[in-house]
């Protein structure tokens, strides 16, 4: 899978742009804009590299990552997908029905070509946060960051879930490369030994 990281919106939202090299589809991650001339730069890759946009996903409900949706579904026409719990952040359209078709329930497996993205169910910074979880690759939205975490002090955040789900996030392997909401890329073995949550001390949340 090919990974492209543009930084959006006020607060440094990583969009990605993930693609399967031999089918050359694609699927769109958290394009949280502010602007809808931030979405220019992703258009303009995904022509080049002449991809077929076949999703936009968003990691939770959180206006820095799901502002943009509507931007790429006028443009591509693809589903938009999100866990049910994080639906209600989405603006209902003109007919009251939010815009999103596809349920990022635990497990399932969103296809991109020859690869798969497959969706764990990890709340704590927002009832229905995921992370989705590739072969190589993990896309860990706002609930886990290169030496931090996401912030559980929103009315929707959980901490007791957060610890749940940073659990669920040690038993992966060592070699994903974490590809957060924000900041740096990481590694989850460079997390499990360096990141002070996941070693159960605190320190100051990020986002
Ligand atoms: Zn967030
Ligand atoms: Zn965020």
């Known amino acids: 899978m090919l990974v492209e990281t543009f930084t959006v919106g006020m607060l440094s939202t990583n969009c990605y742009v993930a693609s ?9 991650i958290d394009p949280g804009l502010d602007f809808s001339s931030e979405a220019q730069p992703i258009f303009e890759y995904i022509e080049q590299a002449n991809l ?19 931007v790429f579904q006028e443009k591509y026409n693809v589903p938009v997908c999100i ?31 020859s690869e798969t ?10 009832p229905g946060s995921v992370c989705l979880v590739g072969e190589h690759f993990i896309f860990t939205g706002d609930t ?6 996401g912030r559980t002090d929103f009315p929707e955040s959980s901490m007791s879930d957060m610890v749940a789900s940073l659990e669920k996030l ?7 490369l974490v590809n957060p909401g924000h900041g740096e890329t990481s590694l989850i ?6 990141n002070p949550f996941l070693n159960n001390k605190s320190e100051t949340m990020l986002f």
């Open 20 to 28: 399967c090299p031999d089918t050359k589809e694609a699927i769109v």
């Open 52 to 70: 077929k946009v076949k999703f936009i996903v968003n990691t939770h409900g959180h206006s820095d990552h799901v502002k943009g949706n509507t």
């Open 189 to 194: 073995g460079e997390e499990k030994r360096t």
């Open 117 to 126: 993205l497959q969706v764990m169910h990890t709340p704590g910074h927002t």
């Open 170 to 176: 040690t038993s992966l392997p060592d070699y994903l």
């Open 83 to 113: 866990h049910p719990l994080d639906i209600y952040f989405i603006k209902r359209d003109e007919k009251g029905k939010f815009p999103a078709d596809v349920m990022l329930n635990e497990g399932i497996f969103l296809h991109c070509g």
């Open 144 to 149: 886990l960051f290169a030496g931090g975490i």
